[in-house]
């Protein structure tokens, strides 16, 4: 994209209905008000950025993406169809996340640990507007591709038949809440998320509300979001390598 191409894209989407102002802090609303009136008042409305976003089409089947780099580690991801941000399944799935990504998981203790088949491994939770994607994923030495990959799609299989034990979902449960709490103690944050949750359509109290969303989801939730997501017949599998 060229220069004069950028400008003209800044100058359609800075208009006020593409933007949310969030002021936390002890302030006076008033002159917080009336500065920001003088100060954007004049801009003039346009098209909303927002509107019209069209979704990716459909995985329907297994598809495989190799590509070679001058890399000395291997990266293999299986991904699969994601849900948004609007969509009450979002709860269910980055709870599944948090159950596969850290040092304690299942996923790091088989993988890493009792195999010794990857230098790093876990799960990603993308959502969007539009639906993203949910993916396992991992750094190993290039012989051990295959190998990860069929554990990889040994743990979906595990978690579409027996979804998180009770143990799993509680302390997933627990880091969610926790970091979330964490990160509600700065203004700047509390701020950025409350600006991105109105922006986004999901309403600038959201934050106050969702910790409930994720306390209320169930081992029975679990499962059938695991077997709605990580379906062995939509998936892909992309790995690069080195030549």
Same mark, same amino acid.
């Given at each position: 994209?060229?220069?004069?191409? $950028? %400008?003209? =894209?800044?100058?359609?989407?800075?208009?006020?209905?593409?933007?949310?102002?969030?002021?936390?802090?002890? $302030?006076?609303?008033?002159?917080? %008000?009336? /500065?920001?009136?003088?100060?954007?008042?004049?801009?003039?409305?346009?098209?909303? @950025?927002?509107?019209?976003? /069209?979704? &990716? *089409?459909?995985?329907? *089947?297994?598809?495989?993406?190799?590509?070679?780099?001058?890399?000395?580690?291997?990266?293999?991801?299986?991904?699969?169809?994601?849900?948004?941000?609007?969509?009450?399944? %979002?709860?269910?799935?980055?709870?599944?996340?948090? &159950?596969?990504?850290?040092?304690?998981?299942?996923?790091?203790?088989?993988?890493?640990?009792?195999?010794?088949?990857?230098? #790093?491994?876990?799960?990603?939770?993308?959502?969007? =507007?539009?639906?993203?994607?949910?993916?396992?994923?991992?750094?190993?030495?290039?012989?051990?591709?295959?190998?990860? *990959?069929?554990?990889?799609?040994?743990?979906?299989?595990?978690?579409?038949?027996?979804?998180? /034990?009770?143990?799993?979902?509680?302390?997933?449960?627990?880091?969610?809440?926790?970091?979330?709490?964490? @990160?509600?103690?700065?203004?700047?944050? #509390? &701020?950025?998320?409350?600006?991105?949750?109105? =922006? #986004?359509?999901?309403?600038?109290?959201?934050?106050?509300?969702?910790? @409930?969303?994720?306390?209320?989801?169930?081992?029975?939730?679990? %499962?059938?979001?695991?077997?709605?997501?990580?379906?062995?017949?939509?998936?892909?599998?992309?790995?690069?390598?080195?030549?």
């Amino acid at each position: 994209m060229q220069a004069e191409d $950028i %400008r003209a =894209l800044h100058r359609r989407l800075t208009v006020p209905n593409n933007c949310v102002l969030a002021v936390f802090g002890d $302030i006076d609303v008033e002159n917080v %008000r009336a /500065s920001v009136e003088r100060a954007f008042g004049s801009l003039a409305p346009g098209a909303e @950025a927002l509107n019209g976003l /069209s979704p &990716a *089409e459909p995985v329907r *089947e297994v598809k495989r993406m190799v590509e070679n780099r001058d890399k000395k580690q291997a990266v293999l991801v299986v991904g699969f169809q994601g849900t948004t941000l609007h969509h009450e399944d %979002r709860y269910a799935l980055e709870l599944i996340q948090e &159950a596969l990504s850290d040092l304690g998981s299942r996923l790091f203790m088989r993988v890493r640990e009792k195999l010794g088949l990857a230098y #790093y491994v876990g799960a990603q939770n993308f959502l969007g =507007l539009v639906p993203g994607y949910f993916a396992l994923y991992a750094g190993t030495e290039p012989e051990k591709v295959a190998l990860v *990959e069929a554990e990889m799609l040994l743990e979906a299989e595990a978690l579409r038949k027996d979804g998180l /034990s009770e143990q799993e979902l509680k302390r997933s449960k627990a880091k969610v809440l926790g970091q979330k709490k964490i @990160a509600r103690q700065d203004l700047g944050n #509390y &701020a950025m998320n409350a600006a991105l949750d109105e =922006l #986004y359509g999901l309403g600038f109290q959201h934050g106050d509300i969702e910790d @409930a969303k994720y306390e209320a989801v169930t081992l029975h939730d679990i %499962r059938i979001v695991a077997e709605k997501y990580l379906r062995r017949d939509a998936l892909v599998v992309a790995i690069i390598q080195p030549e």
